[in-house]
């Protein structure tokens, strides 16, 4: 945490530079007020020369002027180096949740990663840009009052300085019991927020079960739990108006209590009425401003961040092996989504040679995608083993093999920029790649692939290839066409297609799985229509934890579900 916020302090040294050069002169009012007062009764309206007196004043609201015009520009300042810090938060909480998500394969995700991407780190980037200028302003103003107080009469200055140090000191040395406090009303609230929506999306089961009195016992623990979080963290933030009290208005009455030994030492009535308007207008006001500043925004800022940095380091990256060829080979495996749940896949074992063409076909739940997953590394079967090339396919290097999933990804860039995404893996390229590393696909290769896949048309009606891309407004089959032909570019050897042309229309289909198969290599396809399967080398029929591999004629005659789902396609013409 500390690192993270020395960093954002440091990033920018010349805006740190321009912010305390404006706070010079932010700071001007502080250090004048005292002795513009003290001098304007004393040697202006006391002394019959109100002229004097006016003069002094107008000096002092030309520097209200001046400081009116630095305070914003140390807004501008601030903010230059807040915005830096809220892009560090959020990258370091996305990626925490991706590396995350990926390490859970499949897991219930975090829930709280939301919460954490949005409110906190906005709420973080608020309390740290609030704390920069809260803590900026004091010094100056204390250093200013401080100067101002001892060039006024040092008298005056040892009446006020030493409680408003006593003050500060009490302040701070409260800090970290607020901090706690503060942390765990954080907790409380998000442990709550959590609860309320676990229980608003199972509301339905809840009171099928009858269990509205123990889920209502169960949210109250929650609410107690967040009202007593509450209550200690009030309790905790009296001690604020505790050393406000000692360090801003414990002077004025010292000073007034000393007025006597100050005019006994030669100061003036304006130099005590100078001495008053340093504690009343700068002293008080700084103190009050850095209590609340860091007993509120501080507080909630050290709170957030240490929520926010409280991420399990990521593990060590596997070492990723290059497959010797893009065969896959299935030996035993079983794979369950839970310990008693029945397997999706039941000691399947199957050979995929490089080069063939295999459709996975079978009803919803029959285990399709996650057999795609499981060659494509994301999952990790129970028993038994997923080869690639020889190589575990979760130890496979990325290069190696590329899955497109039923929802396309497709991210805000230029088209360019979305279809060459997948050529520079972060662990190497595929053998027989000769592309060199962060080379784009030219004008020419991108052109004849988009032709084969069918895709030209779309490439015309986005604007070209660096056109921006708004993923909202395509279609499903337009970002479907776009990650297929981003698979298409990347130098896998092996492509799985998971339901990735579900968008698409029959002979959209047809083109795209054509391409795929003359481009060379392992395609794995995951059938949406049972024309898929007629176009491949072979079909794996999947059926619960049954499998049957074979070709089209055979599985026909043999397998009365593979019969059934032909029958059911038999109108879809095949291309």
Same mark, same amino acid.
């Given at each position: 945490?500390?690192?993270?916020?020395?960093?954002?302090?440091?990033?920018?040294?010349?805006?740190?530079?321009r912010?305390?050069?404006?706070?010079?002169?932010?700071?001007?009012?502080?250090?004048?007020?005292?002795?513009?007062?003290?001098?304007?009764?004393?040697?202006?309206?006391?002394?019959?020369?109100?002229?004097?007196?006016?003069v002094?004043?107008?000096?002092?609201?030309?520097?209200?002027?001046?400081?009116?015009?630095?305070?914003?520009q140390?807004?501008?300042?601030?903010?230059?180096?807040?915005?830096?810090?809220?892009?560090?938060?959020?990258?370091?909480?996305?990626?925490?949740?991706?590396?995350?998500?990926? +390490?859970?394969?499949?897991?219930?995700?975090?829930?709280?990663?939301?919460?954490?991407?949005?409110?906190?780190?906005?709420?973080?980037?608020?309390?740290?840009?609030?704390?920069?200028?809260?803590?900026?302003?004091?010094?100056?103003?204390?250093?200013?009052?401080?100067?101002?107080l001892l060039?006024?009469?040092?008298?005056?200055?040892?009446?006020?300085?030493?409680?408003?140090?006593?003050?500060?000191?009490?302040?701070? !040395?409260?800090?970290?019991?607020?901090?706690?406090?503060?942390?765990?009303?954080?907790?409380?609230?998000?442990?709550l927020?959590?609860?309320?929506?676990?229980?608003?999306?199972?509301?339905?089961?809840?009171? +099928?079960?009858?269990?509205?009195?123990?889920? =209502?016992?169960?949210?109250?623990?929650?609410?107690?739990?967040?009202? =007593?979080?509450?209550?200690?963290?009030?309790?905790?933030?009296?001690?604020?108006? !505790?050393?406000l009290?000692?360090?801003?208005?414990?002077?004025?009455?010292?000073?007034?209590?000393?007025?006597?030994?100050?005019?006994?030492?030669?100061?003036?009535?304006?130099?005590?009425?100078?001495?008053?308007?340093?504690?009343?207008?700068?002293?008080?006001?700084?103190?009050?401003?850095?209590?609340?500043?860091?007993?509120?925004?501080?507080?909630?800022?050290?709170?957030?961040?240490?929520?926010?940095?409280?991420?399990?380091?990521?593990?060590?990256?596997?070492?990723?092996?290059?497959?010797?060829?893009?065969?896959?080979?299935?030996?035993?495996?079983?794979?369950?989504?839970?310990?008693?749940?029945?397997?999706?896949?039941?000691?399947?074992?199957?050979?995929?040679?490089?080069?063939?063409?295999?459709?996975?076909?079978?009803?919803?739940?029959?285990?399709?995608?996650?057999?795609?997953?499981?060659?494509?590394?994301?999952?990790?079967?129970?028993?038994?083993?997923?080869?690639?090339?020889?190589?575990?396919?979760?130890?496979?290097?990325?290069?190696?093999?590329?899955?497109?999933?039923?929802?396309? *990804?497709?991210?805000?860039?230029?088209?360019?920029?979305?279809?060459? *995404?997948?050529?520079?893996?972060?662990?190497?390229?595929?053998?027989?790649?000769?592309?060199?590393?962060?080379a784009?696909?030219?004008?020419?290769?991108?052109?004849?692939?988009?032709?084969?896949?069918?895709?030209?048309?779309?490439?015309?009606?986005?604007?070209g *290839?660096?056109?921006?891309?708004?993923?909202?407004?395509?279609?499903?089959?337009?970002?479907?066409l776009?990650?297929?032909?981003?698979?298409?570019?990347?130098p896998?050897?092996?492509?799985?297609?998971?339901?990735?042309?579900?968008?698409?229309?029959?002979?959209a289909?047809?083109?795209?799985?054509?391409?795929?198969?003359?481009?060379?290599?392992?395609?794995?396809?995951?059938?949406?229509?049972i024309? =898929? !399967?007629?176009?491949?080398?072979?079909?794996?029929?999947?059926?619960?934890?049954?499998?049957?591999?074979?070709?089209?004629?055979?599985?026909?005659?043999?397998?009365?579900? *593979?019969?059934?789902?032909?029958?059911?396609?038999?109108?879809?013409?095949?291309?």
């Amino acid at each position: 945490m500390r690192a993270l916020l020395w960093r954002a302090l440091c990033r920018e040294p010349r805006q740190l530079v321009r912010i305390c050069l404006w706070s010079v002169l932010e700071a001007a009012p502080a250090f004048l007020i005292g002795l513009a007062v003290a001098r304007a009764i004393e040697d202006g309206f006391a002394a019959g020369r109100p002229e004097i007196g006016l003069v002094w004043l107008a000096a002092l609201g030309a520097a209200w002027a001046v400081a009116a015009v630095a305070a914003r520009q140390i807004v501008l300042a601030v903010a230059a180096v807040a915005e830096p810090f809220r892009d560090d938060l959020l990258a370091h909480v996305v990626g925490g949740a991706v590396r995350r998500a990926a +390490a859970a394969s499949g897991a219930r995700q975090d829930s709280a990663a939301v919460t954490r991407a949005g409110l906190q780190v906005e709420l973080a980037r608020d309390a740290f840009a609030a704390v920069v200028t809260t803590v900026r302003g004091f010094a100056f103003t204390v250093l200013s009052v401080a100067l101002g107080l001892l060039t006024l009469a040092p008298g005056a200055a040892a009446l006020v300085l030493p409680p408003f140090a006593a003050g500060l000191v009490l302040f701070l !040395a409260s800090l970290p019991l607020l901090a706690r406090r503060q942390r765990a009303f954080l907790l409380a609230d998000e442990r709550l927020a959590e609860a309320m929506t676990a229980m608003a999306g199972g509301l339905r089961d809840i009171v +099928a079960c009858g269990a509205e009195d123990r889920q =209502s016992a169960r949210m109250a623990a929650h609410v107690d739990d967040q009202a =007593s979080a509450a209550r200690a963290l009030a309790r905790a933030t009296a001690v604020r108006t !505790a050393a406000l009290g000692v360090g801003g208005w414990l002077p004025v009455v010292l000073v007034l209590a000393g007025t006597p030994w100050l005019l006994s030492g030669g100061a003036g009535a304006g130099v005590v009425v100078g001495a008053l308007t340093y504690v009343a207008q700068s002293l008080a006001p700084a103190l009050g401003g850095l209590v609340h500043g860091l007993g509120v925004s501080g507080v909630q800022l050290a709170a957030t961040l240490e929520r926010i940095t409280a991420v399990p380091p990521s593990p060590p990256p596997p070492v990723r092996c290059r497959p010797a060829s893009a065969e896959v080979r299935l030996h035993e495996v079983t794979f369950a989504y839970g310990r008693w749940s029945a397997p999706v896949v039941d000691g399947l074992s199957l050979c995929v040679p490089e080069g063939e063409h295999l459709a996975v076909v079978g009803p919803s739940g029959a285990g399709k995608s996650t057999l795609a997953a499981m060659i494509s590394g994301l999952l990790r079967p129970d028993a038994g083993q997923v080869l690639i090339g020889g190589v575990p396919a979760d130890q496979a290097e990325h290069a190696a093999r590329v899955l497109v999933p039923q929802e396309a *990804y497709v991210f805000r860039g230029t088209l360019r920029e979305n279809l060459a *995404y997948l050529l520079t893996p972060p662990d190497g390229r595929a053998e027989g790649d000769d592309r060199p590393d962060g080379a784009e696909p030219s004008q020419s290769e991108l052109e004849a692939v988009a032709d084969a896949l069918g895709a030209a048309d779309l490439v015309a009606a986005v604007g070209g *290839y660096d056109a921006r891309l708004d993923p909202g407004a395509l279609s499903a089959g337009q970002r479907q066409l776009i990650a297929l032909v981003r698979a298409y570019l990347s130098p896998a050897r092996l492509v799985i297609l998971d339901e990735a042309t579900c968008h698409l229309d029959p002979a959209a289909e047809a083109r795209v799985e054509h391409a795929f198969a003359a481009r060379g290599g392992t395609l794995v396809v995951v059938a949406h229509r049972i024309t =898929s !399967a007629r176009r491949a080398g072979r079909i794996l029929l999947m059926d619960g934890g049954r499998v049957q591999a074979g070709v089209h004629d055979e599985l026909v005659r043999t397998a009365s579900l *593979y019969a059934d789902l032909v029958g059911h396609w038999q109108s879809e013409p095949v291309s």
